[in-house]
């Protein structure tokens, strides 16, 4: 199993930049796939970005893609999410979750682990 605790969330003008940082605990961190995922007030919680075990590969939302970048560091057992250029739409919990399958996939039934969430909100 692994623990997950999200850090990093804030409020921040439209146009800047937050990083978000996903803590694991466990000796196979390394063994998941990561991904980052989001819920706004009202919406369904929604596919942010993920990443392979090795972080050779990256799989992002069009709603993200070219602004958010999802990285990890296995020897830290973390990953992060960096996001620029934010807008009043990225406004939501964001949630880091784990996958100890070989895909790579935004589907949020293939994530057992979660984190508990951290805020992010863009003023306009």
């Known amino acids: 199993q692994v623990q997950l605790v999200e850090s990093g969330g804030g409020l921040v003008q439209a146009g800047g930049s937050l990083r978000l940082s996903c803590a694991a605990s466990?000796?196979?961190?390394?063994?998941?796939?990561m991904a980052w995922f989001r819920q706004a007030p009202g919406k369904e919680r929604e596919f942010v970005a993920a990443?392979?075990?090795?972080?050779?590969?990256?799989y992002y939302a069009d709603s993200v893609e070219g602004r958010f970048t999802i990285s990890r560091d296995n020897a830290k057992n973390t990953a992060s999410l960096q996001m620029r250029s934010l807008k009043p739409e990225d406004t939501a919990a964001y949630y880091c979750?784990?996958?100890?399958?070989?895909?790579?996939?935004?589907?949020?039934?293939?994530?057992?682990?979660w984190g508990q969430g951290t805020q992010v909100t863009v003023s306009s």
């Open positions: 979750a784990a996958d100890p399958g070989v895909g790579l996939t935004r589907n949020q039934r293939s994530y057992p682990y």
């Open positions: 466990g000796r196979t961190f390394s063994a998941y796939a």
């Open positions: 990443i392979s075990w090795n972080g050779g590969r990256t």
